[in-house]
């Protein structure tokens, strides 16, 4: 039986997971001659590795989260107006790192600032910004530090030069990168979710068309995108896990938790097999072009990961063999953009890992030792209340 109905811990240990992987797969893109299965599938070829699971799972947690956070709110008797400003607020941070992060991708040699000082400076100012300041700073402070990190942001927006020095270029949004396009996401569940304060039906359908958006891009029946939908493939991964983590307090608040292990695991197998059925008239398997088959593959993995923690953690309370990793998943953006300030500072006194440590099993021995380095970071910055909070 689950011990605490009202909270569900498994979701925290599986975002801690999840956001050790990330770390590690983003590090392992830098070495070389790795096993083909951990790192990412290439270009247009049909298929899925180990690595193209990290960041549809960090969708579908991040779903599973939403409607805990929204429904505090909602019964705390909270405004419409005021939980969607703190939507807007929430998704237009992760919408501005992400592209400014996108941006550093093409950061011009010929720039003012070196990239390893721009991007230093760029991740120190989202700290700023978004840092949870503790309640006993003062006010003035609290804004002062605010204003400076806004202040540093604007000025590293109008020094950013991108392109090459024949054909210079500013900020642009080529794409909006990891966090922009959680941010894409959860303004489009969060703004369902409260529309319809959560009814588990209304979300639902809101997963169908997402989902049918998607299958009918890909199978060339539309030619057109909506919008921040876009092709529905980041709000449909993010709105099975609002479906699942209804479904799932629905079943743990009415002490059915025999439909959670029945229920969960058909529904899993059920999107992963409809994945593999569509495959051949929709793209294929792809996390580059974000098709159909890779989205109902991932959200039937999380499905079933989902299923399998809240058994490990929530029912046999093995919450303590994951405790050194769980600053991940209680400060996980601040987790995320540690790596930042990491490499910034490596390319700034020009540190390159020897060779043993860049290729092969060396390499990812490296990588695992980079994921704990960075948590054990997180854990003490949030253990001085240095945590950021969108």
């Known amino acids: 039986m689950i011990k605490n109905p009202s909270r569900l811990h498994s979701i925290d240990v599986l975002r801690a997971v999840n956001m050790f992987f990330m770390i590690f797969?983003?590090?392992?893109?830098?070495?070389?001659?790795?096993?083909?299965?951990?790192?990412?599938?290439?270009?247009?070829?049909?298929?899925?590795?180990?690595?193209d699971t990290i960041f549809p799972l960090f969708l579908f947690i991040a779903g599973l989260s939403l409607p805990l956070a929204l429904s505090k709110r909602l019964g705390k008797?909270?405004?419409?107006?005021?939980?969607?400003?703190?939507i807007l607020l929430r998704s237009?941070?992760?919408?501005?790192?992400?592209?400014?992060?996108?941006?550093?991708?093409?950061?011009?040699?010929g720039a003012l600032l070196p990239l390893g000082i721009w991007e230093f400076l760029l991740t120190l100012s989202f700290f700023l910004i978004w840092l949870d300041y503790p309640e006993t700073w003062s006010s003035a402070k609290r804004y002062i530090l605010m204003g400076t990190g806004i202040v540093l942001l604007a000025v590293l927006a109008f020094l950013y030069k991108g392109g090459t020095p024949a054909e210079p270029k500013g900020l642009t949004p080529e794409w909006w990168g990891i966090l922009g396009i959680i941010g894409w996401a959860y303004l489009v569940c969060a703004g369902v979710f409260l529309i319809f304060k959560g009814n588990f039906i209304a979300m639902c359908t809101a997963l169908a068309i997402f989902l049918a958006i998607n299958i009918c891009s890909h199978g060339h029946l539309i030619?057109?995108?909506?919008?921040?939908?876009?092709?529905?493939?980041?709000?449909?991964?993010?709105?099975?896990?609002?479906?699942?983590?209804?479904?799932?307090?629905?079943?743990v608040t009415k002490g059915k938790y025999s439909r959670i292990w029945v229920v969960f695991t058909l529904t899993g197998l059920a999107a992963i097999a409809?994945?593999?059925?569509?495959?051949?008239?929709?793209?294929?398997?792809?996390?580059?072009?974000?098709?159909?088959?890779?989205?109902?593959?991932?959200?039937?993995?999380g499905i079933i990961l989902?299923?399998?923690?809240?058994?490990?953690?929530?029912?046999?309370?093995?919450?303590?063999w994951f405790k050194i990793i769980k600053p991940a998943g209680t400060s996980t953006l601040t987790c995320y953009l540690i790596p930042y300030f990491m490499v910034a500072i490596f390319a700034i006194v020009d540190?390159?890992?020897?060779?043993?440590?860049?290729?092969?099993?060396?390499?990812?021995?490296?990588?695992?030792?980079?994921?704990?380095?960075?948590i054990f970071i997180t854990g003490f910055l949030e253990k001085k209340r240095l945590r950021l909070k969108v």
Not at 92 to 109: C, P, Q, R, T, W
Not at 283 to 288: A, L, N, Q, R, T
Not at 351 to 374: H, K, Q, W, Y
Request: aromatic share 16%.
């Open 92 to 109: 237009f941070a992760l919408i501005v790192m992400g592209f400014f992060h996108v941006n550093m991708e093409d950061y011009s040699k």
């Open 306 to 320: 989902f299923e399998f923690f809240i058994w490990l953690i929530d029912v046999k309370g093995k919450a303590n």
């Open 77 to 86: 008797g909270e405004s419409f107006s005021s939980i969607a400003i703190y």
């Open 223 to 251: 030619h057109w995108h909506l919008l921040v939908v876009q092709d529905g493939d980041s709000c449909s991964l993010m709105m099975f896990g609002v479906v699942f983590s209804l479904l799932c307090y629905k079943f």
């Open 25 to 51: 797969v983003n590090d392992l893109s830098g070495v070389r001659n790795v096993p083909e299965w951990i790192d990412h599938v290439k270009g247009n070829v049909d298929g899925m590795h180990f690595a």
């Open 351 to 374: 540190f390159n890992f020897p060779d043993f440590l860049s290729e092969g099993t060396g390499g990812i021995i490296r990588s695992f030792a980079i994921c704990f380095i960075v």
């Open 274 to 301: 409809l994945g593999f059925l569509l495959r051949p008239y929709t793209e294929g398997i792809s996390k580059v072009h974000s098709t159909p088959a890779w989205v109902l593959i991932c959200s039937g993995i």
